[in-house]
């Protein structure tokens, strides 16, 4: 049975009355005095049922201050143009709803509220008509694919399992060369060469860049092409139009979402929704400040609005408002779509009890959901830093992943600088901190922490807190880097580097994070924030598969390499201290072993040595004989021949893998 209502015993539970109230604003904040007197009322809002349709008559329910000198409901037969068909006075409930009843079916009508600030779908649209204008009335049961309700993953996942491929719809299909036939929309990922591929490289998570409606592409003309990654929020709980193959009619794009999902789930691969929460695409037209000015974002102590997201404002997670919409939007997402997971953008704007009461809810009612974020902000919040989702406060937030920069930036070189290269690039100085991306981000008494690029303590208090990666999409991807701050670097080169890249990715025991393409040498024409770059700039030319194999091929087996040896994966600070060691290294040299069996049962003291020198290496191990899994850019699991300690030699620029 579908749940359509929020169970909301769960929050208040959490917090007293009084609490409720103190968690809001003072009663001398002009703003909010109505909140910090119904702060109770506050907390027990239920967004979710914002539209209630059945065929005999449909609910409106709006949340919206008792200042407002008229609130209307108007009801349309299109999503864009036309005059009402009918308009609705609301009527007020005496706390902080208002509510109209208007009998008959509704389904397949258009609808938009309006509080004297301009007309919008609410905050809480379920469905829209074209570019998000107007509210949809639709019914939900109608859009489940058949066998949906079989679908969802309930199976609790390890963390440490998980291998995430980052994509953007557009980019992973509209290229000619990818040879499918639904390019840039959600129905590309039901199609089998789509699945095939994932399957083949082998990662078990695709995330998925903002697919909610957003701003920035006219669903309108969609003949000509727009790009954008959609980190520019309009109505967070619809899918966006542009990826469906009918913008105008609203069901079209829930239900291809729908089946873009199942096909993943048949695949075996969970999918993670990228959210972006910390900010609208501008602040006075958004639907929030249209239906309750001013209560979902913050305003600094001069009384301008904050930037924290360096988009022009930042929401307030602390106030019982966006808080409550957090938690009910992430929860629609898994209930409604079966999403299995959530990136939760700048997720330092939002405050550490908000992003623990999200993991604590997925905990009680969807423990299969896991939740990772980017630990810090764009600019300066109005809210305490010790307070925010910072990575630095991670410790605090047990449930939840964040990225680790450090090992990123060890690798591949300062994000502030594309021209400055690091490890990879042959230069030394950053191996303490490639060590404790090695390490999981956890304390490790190897890791001398006064040397880590960033952090000066241990913030993971797992290892599988740290998302470990060395390029995503707001960034140059990796080959582009390795051209920008190798200079004279060739074809060969450029690969080996790749490789041993990836290499330490996916031997860290953090969960390894990849984007899309770069199993295929893909390049972004060295454009380091491509957001609204054409697609000759962002689409994967699938003809690099052809062109690199040699590249595929590895990626596939180091994955295949990671899930088949758990020692790679131990998801246990303890048990990483206790196997992981070190070994001695030196400049542009890191090496380490996982020692005394480590959970796999038939690789014993595997040794990982990461040599970005441009010659080869004579490395000193524990003596014994070993077999050799990977060296010379290849990876073959059933051996590449047996080497005697205690020395080994490593060719330039590579990685070799071996074990006992």
Same mark, same amino acid.
């Given at each position: 049975?579908?749940?359509?209502?929020?169970?909301?015993?769960?929050?208040?539970?959490?917090?007293?009355?009084?609490?409720?109230?103190?968690?809001?604003?003072?009663?001398? &904040?002009?703003?909010?005095?109505?909140?910090? *007197?119904?702060?109770?009322?506050?907390?027990?809002?239920?967004?979710?049922?914002?539209?209630?349709?059945?065929?005999?008559?449909? *609910?409106?329910?709006?949340?919206?201050?008792?200042?407002?000198?008229?609130?209307?409901?108007?009801?349309?037969?299109?999503?864009?143009?036309?005059?009402?068909?009918?308009?609705?006075?609301?009527?007020?409930?005496?706390?902080?709803?208002?509510?109209?009843?208007?009998?008959?079916?509704?389904?397949?009508?258009?609808?938009?509220?309006?509080?004297?600030?301009?007309?919008?779908?609410?905050?809480?649209?379920?469905?829209?008509?074209?570019?998000?204008?107007?509210?949809?009335?639709?019914? +939900?049961?109608?859009?489940?694919?058949?066998?949906?309700?079989?679908?969802?993953?309930?199976?609790?996942?390890?963390?440490?399992?998980?291998?995430?491929?980052?994509?953007?719809?557009?980019?992973?299909?509209?290229?000619?060369?990818?040879?499918?036939?639904?390019?840039?929309?959600?129905?590309?990922?039901?199609?089998?060469?789509?699945?095939?591929?994932?399957?083949?490289?082998?990662?078990?998570?695709?995330?998925?860049?903002?697919?909610?409606?957003?701003?920035?592409?006219?669903?309108?003309?969609?003949?000509?092409?727009?790009?954008?990654?959609?980190?520019?929020?309009?109505?967070?709980?619809?899918?966006?139009?542009?990826?469906?193959?009918?913008?105008?009619?609203?069901?079209?794009?829930?239900?291809?979402?729908?089946?873009?999902?199942?096909?993943?789930?048949?695949?075996?691969?969970?999918?993670?929704?990228?959210?972006?929460?910390?900010?609208?695409?501008?602040?006075?037209?958004?639907?929030?400040?249209?239906?309750?000015?001013?209560?979902?974002?913050?305003?600094?102590?001069?009384?301008?609005?904050? &930037?924290?997201?360096?988009?022009?404002?930042?929401?307030?997670?602390?106030?019982?408002?966006?808080?409550?919409? $957090? +938690?009910?939007?992430?929860?629609?997402?898994?209930?409604?779509?079966?999403?299995?997971?959530?990136?939760?953008?700048? $997720?330092?704007?939002?405050?550490?009890?908000?992003?623990?009461?999200?993991?604590?809810?997925?905990?009680?009612?969807?423990?299969?959901?896991?939740?990772?974020?980017?630990?810090?902000?764009?600019?300066?919040?109005?809210?305490?830093?010790?307070? +925010?989702?910072?990575?630095?406060?991670?410790?605090?937030?047990?449930?939840?992943?964040?990225?680790?920069?450090?090992?990123?930036?060890?690798?591949?070189?300062?994000?502030?600088?594309?021209?400055?290269?690091?490890?990879?690039?042959?230069?030394?100085?950053?191996?303490?901190?490639?060590?404790?991306?090695?390490?999981?981000?956890?304390?490790?008494?190897?890791?001398?922490?006064?040397?880590?690029?960033?952090?000066?303590?241990?913030?993971?208090?797992?290892?599988?807190? $740290?998302?470990?990666?060395?390029?995503?999409?707001?960034?140059?991807?990796?080959?582009?880097?390795?051209?920008?701050?190798?200079?004279?670097?060739?074809?060969?080169?450029?690969?080996?580097?790749?490789?041993?890249?990836?290499?330490?990715?996916?031997?860290?025991?953090?969960?390894?994070?990849?984007?899309?393409?770069?199993?295929?040498?893909?390049?972004?024409?060295? *454009?380091?924030?491509?957001?609204?770059?054409? &697609?000759?700039?962002?689409?994967?030319?699938?003809?690099?598969?052809?062109?690199?194999?040699?590249?595929?091929?590895?990626?596939?087996?180091?994955?295949?390499?990671?899930?088949?040896?758990?020692?790679?994966? +131990?998801?246990?600070?303890?048990?990483?201290?206790?196997?992981?060691?070190?070994?001695?290294?030196?400049?542009?040299?890191?090496?380490?072993?996982?020692?005394?069996?480590?959970?796999? &049962?038939?690789?014993?003291?595997?040794?990982?040595?990461?040599?970005?020198?441009?010659?080869?290496?004579? *490395?000193?191990?524990?003596?014994?004989?070993?077999?050799?899994?990977?060296?010379?850019?290849?990876?073959?699991?059933?051996?590449?021949?047996?080497?005697?300690?205690?020395?080994?030699?490593?060719?330039?620029?590579?990685?070799?893998?071996?074990?006992?």
């Amino acid at each position: 049975m579908k749940i359509t209502n929020l169970l909301l015993a769960g929050f208040l539970s959490l917090l007293t009355a009084q609490e409720a109230v103190a968690q809001n604003v003072s009663a001398n &904040d002009a703003d909010n005095a109505q909140l910090a *007197v119904e702060g109770q009322h506050a907390l027990a809002l239920d967004f979710n049922n914002e539209v209630a349709y059945s065929p005999q008559k449909t *609910v409106f329910k709006l949340f919206a201050p008792k200042e407002a000198k008229a609130v209307t409901l108007r009801i349309y037969a299109d999503g864009q143009g036309g005059q009402p068909l009918k308009t609705v006075k609301m009527a007020y409930d005496g706390h902080v709803y208002y509510t109209a009843t208007v009998d008959g079916d509704l389904k397949g009508k258009f609808y938009t509220f309006d509080t004297g600030r301009g007309e919008c779908p609410g905050v809480f649209a379920k469905a829209v008509g074209v570019n998000g204008q107007r509210g949809a009335i639709v019914d +939900l049961d109608a859009t489940d694919p058949e066998g949906w309700k079989a679908d969802r993953i309930t199976q609790k996942v390890n963390m440490a399992d998980l291998v995430v491929y980052e994509m953007h719809h557009r980019d992973f299909s509209i290229d000619p060369s990818s040879g499918l036939k639904y390019k840039g929309k959600f129905l590309a990922l039901t199609e089998r060469k789509a699945i095939d591929h994932l399957k083949k490289l082998g990662v078990n998570a695709v995330h998925i860049l903002p697919s909610f409606d957003y701003a920035s592409v006219d669903e309108t003309k969609l003949d000509t092409p727009q790009y954008n990654w959609g980190y520019d929020p309009v109505n967070y709980n619809v899918p966006d139009g542009s990826y469906s193959t009918n913008p105008y009619d609203p069901a079209v794009r829930i239900k291809e979402f729908k089946q873009m999902v199942q096909a993943l789930h048949k695949a075996g691969i969970r999918i993670v929704l990228d959210v972006v929460y910390n900010h609208t695409f501008d602040l006075e037209s958004s639907n929030f400040q249209r239906i309750f000015p001013d209560i979902y974002y913050r305003k600094t102590a001069d009384g301008k609005w904050s &930037d924290g997201s360096g988009c022009g404002n930042e929401t307030r997670s602390e106030l019982a408002p966006m808080r409550n919409f $957090m +938690l009910q939007s992430m929860r629609y997402w898994v209930d409604e779509y079966h999403i299995d997971g959530f990136r939760v953008d700048l $997720m330092g704007v939002h405050d550490i009890e908000t992003m623990n009461q999200i993991s604590a809810m997925f905990a009680r009612e969807f423990p299969a959901t896991f939740i990772y974020g980017e630990g810090w902000s764009a600019g300066a919040c109005a809210y305490p830093v010790d307070k +925010l989702a910072m990575k630095a406060n991670m410790k605090q937030m047990p449930g939840i992943a964040a990225f680790g920069d450090e090992l990123r930036d060890a690798l591949r070189g300062p994000f502030s600088d594309d021209t400055k290269g690091a490890f990879i690039a042959g230069i030394p100085g950053s191996e303490e901190s490639l060590k404790f991306g090695i390490a999981g981000a956890i304390s490790h008494p190897q890791v001398d922490m006064s040397k880590v690029n960033y952090s000066k303590e241990a913030w993971a208090g797992q290892p599988w807190q $740290m998302m470990s990666y060395v390029s995503c999409h707001d960034d140059m991807c990796l080959v582009d880097r390795l051209r920008a701050s190798v200079p004279g670097i060739t074809q060969d080169e450029l690969i080996r580097l790749d490789l041993l890249a990836q290499t330490a990715v996916f031997t860290s025991q953090g969960v390894p994070f990849i984007q899309a393409g770069e199993e295929a040498l893909r390049d972004k024409k060295g *454009v380091h924030n491509s957001y609204n770059s054409p &697609d000759s700039v962002n689409r994967i030319d699938w003809t690099n598969l052809d062109r690199y194999p040699q590249v595929f091929s590895y990626y596939s087996n180091l994955i295949s390499m990671r899930k088949n040896h758990p020692a790679f994966r +131990l998801g246990d600070a303890d048990k990483v201290r206790r196997h992981l060691e070190f070994l001695p290294g030196g400049d542009n040299l890191v090496a380490f072993r996982l020692k005394d069996n480590a959970g796999c &049962d038939t690789w014993n003291n595997i040794i990982v040595i990461l040599n970005s020198a441009k010659q080869a290496r004579t *490395v000193a191990v524990p003596a014994g004989k070993y077999t050799v899994v990977c060296r010379d850019g290849v990876i073959n699991e059933a051996g590449l021949g047996t080497v005697e300690g205690p020395q080994v030699e490593v060719p330039a620029q590579s990685a070799v893998i071996m074990y006992q």
